[in-house]
């Protein structure tokens, strides 16, 4: 599995440690990555996703998981959130139409 937050796309970044004798080596900045069941009114029930906390408090402050994806412009996601965009999208459809 990708180390790459699926709201905020964040990635592994590289860089060098840096020693007392100024010598440098490679090293990997990883992110801030959390597995979390955030719970969607839509669907019904929780969806598991990785995040960074960067990305749940972005969730968070656009009303949760199913607002910030329906608000968000579609250029603006990777392609999971794409995808859980979609069912959302349906479901709601599906729910309206009722």
């Not at 010598?23 to 990997?28: L, N």
Request: with cysteine; net charge positive.
């Amino acid at each position: 599995m990708t180390k790459k937050c699926m709201i905020t796309e964040k990635g592994v970044l590289a860089g060098n440690n840096n020693s007392y004798s100024k010598r440098k080596t490679r090293r990997r900045f990883m992110p801030n990555l959390q597995t979390v069941a955030i719970y969607s009114e839509v669907l019904g029930c929780p969806v598991d996703i990785r995040i960074t906390s960067n990305g749940l408090r972005t969730i968070e402050k656009n009303g949760g998981l199913d607002l910030y994806l329906l608000n968000t412009p579609v250029s603006k996601l990777s392609a999971e959130s794409k995808k859980l965009r979609e069912r959302i999208a349906a479901a709601k459809a599906a729910k309206e139409s009722k």
